[in-house]
């Protein structure tokens, strides 16, 4: 079974950084769409980023451009966030996942949330 589990959360105060992992397990990712995800309370689920981790092609949310960087470790199997000048608005329970779909990443519809697979989360809070 695919299993993905971040890690990396934590407080942080604003204008800071951190670094979200996420570790794939369960097959191989060498040629999968994966994405970085966040909802805050009260608000909607948020694509962030997101990398076919074929090419390392990568997109990102406005919100977060010129701030946030996704990259994948096809060796590793593991998916990264590196977050700079982080906001208070950038606290939210942060996601990983992972699609099959070449699709998912070039067409775009990984911006709306549908990929196969998900990870539990990870928190992220900025004061």
């Known amino acids: 079974d695919v299993q993905l589990v971040e890690s990396g959360g934590g407080s942080v105060q604003a204008g800071g950084s951190l670094r979200l992992s996420c570790v794939a397990s369960?097959?191989?990712?060498?040629?999968?769409?994966m994405g970085w995800f966040r909802q805050a309370p009260g608000k909607e689920r948020e694509g962030v980023a997101a990398i076919y981790t074929n090419s390392g092609s990568t997109w990102n949310a406005d919100s977060v451009k010129g701030r946030f960087t996704i990259s994948h470790d096809n060796a590793k199997n593991t998916l990264f966030l590196q977050m700079n000048s982080l906001k208070p608005e950038d606290t939210a329970m942060y996601y990983c996942?992972?699609?099959?779909?070449?699709?998912?990443?070039?067409?775009?519809?990984?911006?709306?949330?549908?990929?196969?697979?998900w990870g539990q989360g990870t928190q992220v809070t900025v004061s």
């Open positions: 369960g097959g191989t990712y060498s040629d999968y769409c």
């Open positions: 996942a992972a699609d099959h779909r070449t699709n998912a990443c070039y067409l775009g519809s990984w911006r709306t949330g549908r990929m196969d697979y």
